[in-house]
C-alpha cells in the first residue's frame, strides 16, 4: 500500500515537473519572431542576381562536412576559412563524427535556429538532407553543397570539385598505363551507398566497354566504408581472392592511403599498381618509395575556398543559382554557372614524383 | 518489523514524499528540468518552438525502440539488434515501394516483418536458450547485412509528398510532431502492460529469478519470446518513421542508434541484470540524451564533446545506483550498530538501491 501511494506521488511531482517544461518551452516562441526580423534585413535570393553587388561585411558562413576529423574535409573547409577571413566574414565548421545523413539534419536544423547566412554542405545522402536544408533556406539561409550533391531543388548552388566523367576517366587512364593496358583490375571504394563513389563507378564500368580497355577486366568492387582498418582488410582480400591481380583503383583518400600501406609492405609491392584519389601529403611516402607511380585528386582547398565565394556571392545577392550568371571567387578567378546550379571547379591534377612536393594539403 | 518507537530520521526516510523524491525517475526529472532551464537561459536560440519540434521528431524513434527494449531489460535479456531491425525494415519499405506495392499493404508487412526479426531473436534466446548479448550481436549484423542485400547502395526516395511532410507535421503552432501522440499511445499501453498487469509482474519476477519464476508457474520462455516480438515490431515502426522523416529508405538508417537506445534505458534506471525499472525513468531518460544533444549542439559543442557526455551519463547511470546502494547498506549497519536494532528491510525497487535484489 505504501508502494503505490508512494508512486502516486512521484508521479505526481513528475507530472508538475512535466507541465512546467512544456510552459517553459512554449514561452520561449518571441525570441523565434525577433530571431527572424533580425535576420530578414538581407537582400538575399528572391530577387534579381547583381553581379556587381559587394560582399557583405561579417557573413556568418557555416561549413558542415560529411564527417569531421576527416583529413580531407578538414583540408576543404581549411579553404573555406582562408576564403571567409578575406572577405571579413565569420567562418565556423560543424559536423558530425559519423559520415551519417539523419546526423547532418539535426546540424543542419541547429544552424537554422542560430540563424547564420550561409551553409556549405557535402551531403551524406542527396534527399535525406532535404527537408531540412529547405527549412533552412525558408529562413533565408543560403545552402551551397560541395564535394557531394543533394536534390538540385534542396539546395542555391552545386560546387563540383570536377565532373564525374573528368574524374573517372583520369583513374582509368592512370590504371591503364600503369598496368600496361590489359589485366585484372579490382576497385577499392568507400561506402557502398557514398554518392561519388557510386557515380564514378558507373561511369567506369561504362568507359570500360570502350576498345580500349578490351583487355582491362574489373573483378571486383570492394568497400573499405572510409574506414582505414577496413579498407587496409580489403585491399589483403582483394590481393588473396585475386592472384591475378594487376591494379587496384580506390576512388577515395582512406581507401588508396590504406591501400598504399598495405601493399608498400608486401610482396605485391611495385608489382600490383595502385591509383585513385589521394592526398599529396598521405601518398607522399608511397610515391617516393615506389608503391604508387600516379594518382589524381582536384585541390579541395580550392574546392572550399570556391564554396565560401560561392556562398558570398549567393547572400550579397551576386548570383541566385540561375544558371549563367557569373561571380568573382578571390584569386580563382570568375566562374559561371551552369545548368543545374553547378560550378565547376576545374580537372583534377594529377600528382607524381615529379610534382607531389609542390603541394601541402 | 519496524519497532514501535522510530526515530525521526527514520520516519523521514519511510515518508512517500520522501520515497518520491530519492526515487531515480524524479532524479532524471531534476536534471532534466536543470538542463532545460540552463539551456533556456543561458543557451542562444534554445528558447524557441522549433527546438521542440526538432528535438521531439528525434525522440521518436529512440523513443519507440527504447520502449520495446525496456520489456526486454527487465526480463535480463538484452536485444542489440534494435536499430538493424529498424534499418531493414526501411530497406523492406524502400523495396516495397519501389516494387510499386501500395504504402498502406507495404507498412502492414513492416510491421509483420518486425514481428518476424524479434521472433527470430526470441527463439534463438528462450527456445534454444542461447545468451541474447551473443544472439542480438549476431543479428545486428545478419539484419544490416540484409538491408544492404536488400537495397545495396541505392536511396529509394521518392515516397508520396503527403506521407513524408506527415512524418514531420506538428500539432498547430504547439511545435509539438505529431507522430508524437502514437508514441504515446504506445508509450501507454506498454507502461500499462509492465506496471498494472501480470504479465508486466511475471517480467520483473523473471528479471529478478528466473528460475522462481518458474517454479511460480510463469511461462519464462514465452513471456522472453514475446518481448523479443515486441522489440522487434517497435523497432519496424521506429524504421517506418525514420525512413518517412528523412525521406529516403536506406540500408545504413540508424546506423550505431542501438547504443543511444540502450544507453536511453539504463539511464532510465533499468538494471541491466533485469527484475528493475520503469518506463516513466526510460522515457525521461530518452527525452534528456535528446535535450542535452541539442542543447550542446546549439551552445556549438562538437560531435566528440556529445558521445563524451553520452557515454559519461551511461556509466554514472551504472555507477551510481551501485555506490548509493553501498553507502545505504553501510549506514544500515552503523544504525543497526548504533540502536541495536534490525536494519529496515529494502524491498522497494523504485527507491535508489543499485545491486540486483
Given at each position: 500500500m505504501t508502494r503505490s501511494r508512494r508512486r502516486l506521488v512521484s508521479g505526481a511531482a513528475s507530472l508538475a515537473i512535466l507541465i512546467t517544461l512544456a510552459a517553459s518551452a512554449c514561452g520561449g516562441t518571441s525570441r523565434d519572431d525577433n530571431n527572424d526580423s533580425s535576420s530578414g534585413s538581407e537582400p538575399e535570393s528572391s530577387g534579381e542576381a547583381d553581379p556587381n553587388a559587394p560582399i557583405q561585411e561579417g557573413l556568418h558562413i557555416t561549413f558542415l562536412p560529411k564527417q569531421i576529423n576527416n583529413p580531407y574535409f578538414t583540408v576543404s573547409d581549411g579553404g573555406g576559412e582562408q576564403a571567409v577571413s578575406e572577405f571579413g566574414g565569420e567562418y565556423e565548421e560543424v559536423g558530425p563524427s559519423e559520415a551519417t545523413a539523419s546526423s547532418q539534419v539535426s546540424y543542419i536544423n541547429t544552424l537554422t535556429q542560430q540563424g547564420v547566412d550561409a551553409i556549405a554542405v557535402s551531403a551524406n545522402d542527396p534527399n535525406a538532407l532535404c527537408g531540412a536544408l529547405n527549412q533552412a533556406r525558408s529562413a533565408n539561409i543560403a545552402v551551397v553543397t560541395y564535394d557531394s550533391d543533394t536534390s538540385p531543388d534542396c539546395r542555391d548552388v552545386f560546387v563540383n570539385q570536377a565532373t564525374s566523367d573528368s574524374i573517372a576517366k583520369i583513374q582509368l587512364k592512370l590504371i591503364a598505363e600503369q598496368i600496361g593496358g590489359s589485366g585484372q583490375i579490382a576497385i577499392l571504394s568507400?561506402?557502398?551507398?557514398a554518392t561519388n563513389q557510386n557515380a564514378w563507378i558507373d561511369v567506369m564500368k561504362q568507359e570500360l566497354k570502350k576498345p580500349q580497355y578490351a583487355?582491362?577486366?574489373?573483378v571486383d568492387i570492394a568497400y573499405g566504408n572510409d574506414d582505414d582498418e577496413k579498407s587496409f582488410q580489403e585491399t589483403q582480400g582483394l590481393l588473396s581472392s585475386y592472384p591475378d591481380l594487376k591494379g587496384i583503383i580506390s576512388p577515395t583518400t582512406v581507401g588508396i592511403a590504406a591501400a598504399a600501406r598495405y601493399l608498400s609492405s608486401s610482396e605485391y609491392k611495385g608489382k600490383v599498381a595502385l591509383t585513385g584519389l589521394g592526398t599529396p601529403n598521405q601518398m607522399r611516402e608511397y610515391v617516393k618509395d615506389g608503391t604508387v607511380q600516379e594518382f589524381a585528386l582536384w585541390d579541395p582547398e580550392k574546392l572550399g575556398y570556391l564554396a565560401a565565394y560561392a556562398a558570398a556571392a549567393l547572400v550579397s545577392g551576386q548570383i541566385t543559382g540561375a544558371p549563367g550568371e557569373t561571380f568573382e571567387a578571390g584569386n580563382l578567378g570568375q566562374y559561371t554557372i551552369q545548368d543545374d546550379g553547378v560550378i565547376v571547379l576545374g580537372p583534377p591534377t594529377v600528382f607524381n614524383k615529379g610534382n607531389i612536393d609542390d603541394f601541402d594539403f | 518489523m519496524v519497532p514501535e518507537q522510530r526515530t525521526d530520521r527514520r520516519s523521514l526516510s519511510k515518508s512517500p514524499l520522501w520515497a518520491a523524491m530519492t526515487s531515480w525517475d524524479f532524479a532524471l526529472l531534476v536534471i532534466l528540468a536543470v538542463v532545460l532551464a540552463a539551456a533556456t537561459s543561458r543557451v542562444e536560440d534554445f528558447a524557441q518552438t522549433i527546438t521542440l519540434t526538432f528535438l521531439l521528431l528525434d525522440v521518436v524513434p529512440v523513443a519507440l525502440m527504447a520502449t520495446g527494449l525496456t520489456l526486454v531489460i527487465i526480463t535480463g535479456e538484452i536485444d542489440l539488434s534494435v536499430a538493424s531491425t529498424l534499418g531493414l525494415t526501411s530497406a523492406v519499405l524502400g523495396q516495397l515501394w519501389y516494387s510499386g506495392y501500395t504504402l498502406e499493404l507495404a507498412l502492414v508487412l513492416c510491421v509483420v516483418l518486425g514481428a518476424l526479426l524479434g521472433a527470430l531473436n526470441g527463439l534463438f534466446v528462450a527456445?534454444?536458450?542461447?545468451?541474447s548479448l551473443a544472439v542480438t550481436i549476431g543479428t545486428l549484423a545478419l539484419y544490416r547485412g540484409l538491408a544492404y542485400v536488400i537495397l545495396g547502395d541505392r536511396a529509394v526516395a521518392d515516397f508520396p509528398f503527403d506521407w513524408t511532410t506527415r512524418a514531420v507535421d506538428t500539432i498547430g503552432n504547439t511545435g509539438v510532431p505529431t507522430a508524437v501522440v502514437p508514441v504515446i499511445g504506445l508509450a501507454i499501453l506498454f507502461g500499462i502492460t509492465l506496471h498494472a498487469t501480470p504479465i508486466g509482474r511475471g517480467l520483473f519476477a523473471i528479471g529478478n529469478n528466473d528460475a522462481t519464476a518458474r517454479f511460480s508457474g510463469i511461462s519464462v520462455g514465452w513471456m522472453k519470446f514475446w518481448t523479443f516480438v515486441a522489440s522487434g515490431v517497435m523497432s519496424s515502426l521506429a524504421g517506418i518513421f525514420w525512413t518517412f522523416r528523412y525521406a529516403s529508405a536506406r540500408a545504413d538508417n540508424g546506423y550505431g542508434l542501438e547504443l543511444a537506445v540502450v544507453a536511453a534505458v539504463l539511464l532510465g534506471g533499468v538494471s541491466i541484470f533485469g527484475g528493475r525499472g520503469d518506463l516513466l525513468g526510460v522515457l525521461t531518460a530518452v527525452v534528456l540524451i535528446a535535450t542535452l544533444q541539442r542543447t550542446l549542439q546549439l551552445a556549438r559543442y562538437s560531435d566528440e564533446v556529445l558521445n563524451l557526455v553520452t557515454g559519461s551519463l551511461l556509466i554514472l547511470s551504472v555507477v551510481v545506483p551501485n555506490v548509493i546502494a553501498m553507502i545505504r547498506a553501510w549506514w544500515a549497519r552503523r544504525r543497526a550498530i548504533d540502536d541495536s536494532v534490525p536494519p529496515p528491510e529494502h524491498h522497494d525497487r523504485r527507491v535508489l538501491e543499485g545491486t540486483n535484489t
Open positions: 568507400a561506402t557502398p551507398n583487355n582491362i577486366d574489373l | 527456445g534454444l536458450g542461447l545468451p
